[in-house]
């Protein structure tokens, strides 16, 4: 990021959040349809799942030694991958960095790949040394020749709008019902009950979600 921050062809933009965790914002979308842009999230789980709904491809980027192999085990985000980077392989991590990328690689295998004509490599690298860096660049061109070919970006697009369509109904359905005047004057007293355990949080959610429909 150092590097490119400084290059007369990059443009770095932070996008405020708005509330929303990891940094996708509900624009997000609207920000990166015109050109190549590269979007970076904090890791926090639900924002991968917005980003990868949004973007041409998703790469998931692990840290050796820290867990992240572990993900294979629970799948989730790493069946939205269409790439893994284990990065930092250099000095005292490189031997941690071969071991995640193997426990990753075993666990790939046990995820249908989203597209049959590509599976999700596991690539090893080090943005300090540059080790491998060119071999993912590589990678991803050979992603974006594979889906080419494959003539499938038009079904990609149509599900990525279908998503973003979903996606605003339920942003604007959250913000009307917090607008709402008896849906506030009630929520007050059923948040009440809830924290002193004289109602069940399913039961007051229901009964916020009838007196939104029902209200004018």
Do not use: C
């Not at 509330?19 to 050109?35: F, Y």
């Amino acid at each position: 990021m150092q590097k490119i921050s400084t290059s007369d062809n990059a443009y770095i933009r932070p996008s405020p959040s708005g509330g929303s965790l990891g940094g996708v914002a509900r624009k997000t979308l609207e920000t990166i349809v015109l050109t190549e842009v590269f979007v970076e999230t904090v890791g926090v789980g639900q924002s991968e799942i917005l980003v990868s709904e949004m973007v041409d491809m998703f790469v998931l980027l692990a840290q050796p030694g820290s867990g992240d192999e572990l993900q294979g085990i629970k799948k989730g985000i790493m069946e939205l991958a269409d790439m893994i980077v284990v990065n930092k392989s250099d000095g005292a991590l490189e031997t941690p960095a071969k071991i995640t990328t193997r426990a990753l690689l075993d666990a790939m295998r046990l995820i249908a790949p989203k597209a049959i004509e590509w599976n999700p490599p596991v690539v090893r690298a080090s943005a300090y040394t540059g080790y491998n860096l060119e071999r993912v660049y590589d990678t991803i061109n050979t992603y974006f020749q594979k889906i080419n070919e494959s003539n499938r970006w038009d079904d990609i697009r149509k599900t990525q709008q279908s998503h973003w369509m979903w996606r605003e109904v339920k942003n604007l359905i959250f913000e009307r019902l917090h607008q709402n005047k008896e849906v506030k004057s009630l929520a007050k007293d059923l948040e009440k009950g809830v924290a002193d355990g004289t109602i069940a949080p399913t039961i007051a959610a229901y009964a916020i979600f009838e007196k939104f429909v029902g209200s004018k």
